[in-house]
């Protein structure tokens, strides 16, 4: 018999398990929790756009140290990656933010988790997975900025030009994206989908 424990919670009374492949395994299609969603950035690009970026920061960073402060939990498996195509010496903390709930929308409030790590005199750098309208890094810029870093500087995978509230100045983009919800590569719908290692975007008009 199975142990009681292996049985996924999170799926428990549901048919359907929170991520699938369309039948058939064409990858064409997926169903994220109860929206369908199709591939949007391939694991070569979203790794060549990794790379780009790290070869920036080892440029930029030259004989300087970095605390690379990636942002959870979207922003963790870019920034596993990221950081293991640096060449300067790293320091690697974490802060915990959250502007989503289950929705595709911003909400417009963050929640920052209130123990920051000691950044003064340190070269931060932000690690985000996306960047859409912008309230979270400018709220964590401001943040950070009062614990007297050396100088901050963000890094996201993906932005979201048409959806930022004001003009941003983001040191290291990744890839300009238009405004619809994607999903993958850390980041998630209603908690799902962070486990997928390429970036598809939802087939459904958002609302
Ligand atoms: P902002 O504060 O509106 O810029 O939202 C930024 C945060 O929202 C990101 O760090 C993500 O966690 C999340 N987010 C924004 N757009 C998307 C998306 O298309 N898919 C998944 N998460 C997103
Ligand atoms: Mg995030």
């Known amino acids: 018999m199975a142990p009681s424990l292996s049985t996924n919670e999170l799926s428990i009374d549901d048919s359907t398990p929170p991520v699938t492949l369309a039948s058939g395994a064409s990858e064409r299609s997926i169903r994220v929790h109860d929206r369908s969603f199709r591939p949007h950035i391939s694991r070569e690009e ?5 790379a780009r970026i790290a070869t920036k920061i080892n440029r930029d960073f030259v004989g300087q140290e970095l605390t690379v402060l990636i942002i959870l939990r979207g922003g963790m498996v870019f920034g596993a990656d990221l950081i293991r195509l640096l060449n300067v010496p790293c320091k690697i903390e974490t802060l915990r933010a959250a502007s989503y709930n289950t929705g595709m929308m911003s909400q417009g409030v963050i929640d920052v988790e209130d123990v920051f790590p ?3 005199n340190r070269n931060v750098l932000i690690v985000e997975d996306i960047i859409d309208t912008g309230t979270t890094i400018v709220e964590l810029i401001k943040q950070i900025g009062l614990l007297q870093p050396a100088s901050v500087t963000v890094s996201a995978l993906l932005s979201k030009p048409s959806m930022h509230k004001e003009r941003l100045l983001i040191d290291y983009v ?3 994206i238009g405004a619809d919800f994607v999903v993958g590569y850390g980041m998630d719908y209603a908690g799902y989908g962070r486990e997928l290692d390429s970036i598809w ?4 008009d958002v609302a």
């Open 46 to 50: 979203i790794q060549a756009t990794v």
């Open 118 to 120: 000691d950044l003064s």
């Open 201 to 204: 975007i939802v087939e459904d």
């Open 174 to 176: 990744g890839l300009e």
